[in-house]
């Protein structure tokens, strides 16, 4: 065998490989870190399977939770989701393998590993991260496999609806994505074989997800009861936010997702060719953020969208594929984007906005940290600079849709966006440019078990499951501003230490900041990168 045999067929090998190493580097540190927030939801009513009537989540996914408890402990849970995260990273290297080919799938691989919100949810012990997307990828792929032949494989027919029986006890979701994979049907194959095949599908679905009411009858009234109470009152209060809330929503949720997938998501709908090609992952995740939007809570809807963030990334390989046919060439202008957005990120003063900030549209604003918030686990939020992140999206977009009018200029979009999504999936997990809360909650965890700290301690933020593993006993709050008067007027009556986890979130012109100024003494600052992230206050009695 000649030596370019040799490297002909180890290249795929070392491409995969070097995939996989990048894609644990940008994973490792969150596998450390304690439950937080609806993590510790999630694994209470884990541990005490089927009888739990705590959250009414699907049951596979607590039944996954159970055995990881079984077999690694709650100090090693986080592999658990972190395995299925893997697997996602497989199969979408699968599917878009079946639909574009062997380069698609590196490109589809190597897009999932660097985005910034697979990077949070691979490790988050919640329902609706990797557990969903791995079915959701699973079901599609076995329907894919069915159809790829002029009649229907039935094999792969009753594979596809065993996988989306699990799929419906892993998550309400299922209605939508196999909405969405019966129009890609109906669209491409027409609407006999639809109707075979799903039909097909259903019946096999019925036979797995049957298991649910039988082994666990009491567990399965409750997440039934679950969807049919809440969707009418969820529909009419989503009705009546302010448009400002999703707009807020939509921007946190772009942040975390970046701007290769969006441009190539726009680029995709945009031409015929491209939606024709790319029509499974599109209708996947189309119908599912329809779902998203009208249904979920506009606070909390990063997360979700991490179950059909796969299908994006096989999107966005489909159009990667047509912009830089040479990915050897990316390696200088990836370089470069990174190294601005760095220089970016270290300008201007190190000061932190608080929660739920608007960017000041000054020129001192676009350089102030803002916080993007991520209600639970493992890192609690990580902050960034407005200049930094609306280069990377105006320099991706604009170079993207320029890219068709000179071809050439789609090699830079494509650059900018992989170096958009690998700085700020680095700072999520390593945070080596920005302040890092989680590096401060541990210093703080550390502050509270030496003692010295007067009780009761009113612990601001999610930390209390962590302090408590620790033998430090701590009442937790958020900050509600209809409980701020009560609180504060029990924190003067027993005294003892209020710790702020996350102090920016507190403004100078709250309760609870005019509270702790009157009748507080500020015992010690925790500070990174030059920004105060938590402070611990004494609370005398009167």
């Known amino acids: 065998m000649s030596a ?29 870190f304690p439950p937080f927030g609806d993590e510790d939801l999630l694994i209470r009513d884990a541990a005490d399977l089927g009888r739990s009537g705590l959250t009414g989540y699907p049951i596979l996914a607590l039944a996954i939770v159970h055995i990881g408890l079984e077999v690694v402990g709650l100090d090693g849970l986080r592999w658990v989701p972190f395995l299925f995260s893997l697997g996602v990273l497989g199969l979408t290297a699968l599917l878009a393998g079946r639909l574009l080919g062997r380069r698609g799938a590196a490109w589809a691989a190597l897009i999932l590993a660097l985005e910034p919100l697979s990077v949070s949810v691979s490790a988050q012990l919640l329902f609706d991260g990797a557990f969903v997307a791995f079915f959701a990828l699973a079901s599609a792929c076995a329907y894919l496999k069915a159809v790829e032949r002029d009649s229907i494989d039935w094999r792969w027919a009753a594979a596809f609806g065993a996988m989306t029986g699990c799929l419906a006890m892993t998550s309400y979701a299922v209605v939508v994505l196999t909405a969405g994979l019966a129009l890609h049907c109906w669209l491409t194959r027409g609407i006999k074989t639809t109707l075979k095949l799903f039909a097909a599908a259903t019946v096999a679905a019925a036979a797995v997800f049957s298991i649910y009411p039988l082994l666990y009858p009491e567990h399965y009234r409750l997440a039934a009861q679950k969807p049919a109470a809440t969707l009418p009152s969820a529909l009419a209060h989503r009705l009546s936010m302010p448009a400002s809330l999703y707009a807020r929503a939509l921007s946190k949720a772009l942040f975390f997702v970046g701007p290769l ?34 249904l979920v809570n506009p606070d909390r809807t990063v997360g979700y969208w991490a179950a059909v963030l796969p299908f994006v990334c096989v999107a966005a390989a489909g159009v990667v594929l047509e912009a830089a046919p040479e990915p050897a060439a990316l390696t200088l202008p990836l370089g470069a984007c990174a190294l601005l957005l760095i220089a970016l990120t270290r300008l201007g003063p190190d000061v932190v906005q608080a929660v739920h900030p608007a960017i000041h549209w000054t020129w001192r604003g676009l350089f102030e940290f803002m916080p993007a918030r ?20 105006g320099a991706t977009l604009a170079l993207g849709f320029l890219s068709a009018f000179r071809p050439g200029l789609g090699r830079a979009a494509v650059a900018f966006g992989l170096a958009y999504g ?14 890092n809360l989680n590096r401060v909650g541990a210093e703080v965890a550390r ?96």
């Not at 002909?8 to 450390?32: E, K, M, S, T």
């Not at 939606?275 to 996947?284: E, S, T």
């Not at 430090?472 to 702020?500: H, N, Q």
């Open 422 to 435: 690998l700085f700020y999936s680095a700072e999520y997990a390593y945070s080596p440019f920005s302040p």
């Open 4 to 32: 370019d045999e040799l490297r002909g067929r180890a290249r795929p090998w070392l491409v995969a490989g070097a995939i996989l190493a990048l894609f644990l580097v940008l994973r490792w540190p969150l596998l450390h």
């Open 261 to 294: 997938p969006v441009w190539a998501v726009c680029l995709a709908l945009a031409r015929r060719d491209l939606r024709a090609r790319l029509a499974l992952p599109l209708c996947a995740a189309l119908a599912y953020a329809a779902l998203v939007f009208l």
């Open 374 to 393: 991520i209600f639970y686990g493992p890192s609690l939020a990580t902050y960034f600079k407005p200049a930094a992140v609306l280069l990377g999206f």
């Open 447 to 542: 502050e509270l078990r030496r003692g010295g700290c007067p009780q009761p301690i009113y612990l601001h933020g999610y930390g209390a499951l962590a302090c408590q593993r620790s033998g430090v006993a701590v009442e937790p709050f958020m900050y509600d501003v209809p409980l701020m008067p009560s609180l504060t007027r029990a924190m003067r009556r027993t005294g003892g230490t209020v710790a702020l986890l996350n102090a920016p979130a507190i403004g100078p012109d709250t309760e609870l900041r005019r509270f702790l100024a009157s009748d507080a003494t500020l015992e010690r600052s925790f500070c990174d990168k030059g920004v105060a992230l938590a402070e611990i206050w004494r609370v005398d009695k009167p």
